[in-house]
């Protein structure tokens, strides 16, 4: 029954295939040889039959900023989206590449299972107060 886990939520993740196409080397002058390798990257499909609650609200709420970016100049809505739009661009761009990224694709920690059959949990260090 757990391997069976396993393969359903390995059928929804993304898979990268990846195919070296020239064998290893030795190295050369104390350098790591360069390896050319091909890469295949599989995602699956978009399930259109199933929407989400979070999804159409992210839907609604990039087209309501795209809205407001369209508005006149000098209007309330113009000023928030340029106020926005600055605190945007001070973000590293890594960290926004994080926001595209769809979180149903990794894999679960739920499904990490300790040799001894129980699952393990992770305590979560929490910061302390100082008053």
């Known amino acids: 029954m757990h391997a069976t886990r396993i393969a359903r939520s390995a059928t929804r993740s993304m898979r990268i295939i990846a ?66 739009e600055r605190l945007v661009d001070r973000l590293d761009f890594e960290e926004l590449a994080l926001k595209s990224l769809d979180p149903s694709l990794g894999p679960r920690l739920s499904n990490i299972v300790h040799p001894s059959g129980k699952e393990k949990t992770a305590p979560v260090p929490l910061p302390r107060q100082t008053m």
């Open 19 to 84: 195919l070296p196409l020239t064998p290893p080397s030795k190295p050369i002058n104390g350098k790591a040889p360069e390896h050319l390798t091909y890469y295949h990257f599989i995602t699956p499909p978009q399930n259109t039959n199933k929407s989400s609650w979070s999804k159409w609200a992210i839907a609604k709420a990039s087209d309501l900023w795209a809205g407001m970016g369209k508005a006149p100049e000098g209007t309330w809505k113009r000023k928030a989206f340029l106020y926005g």
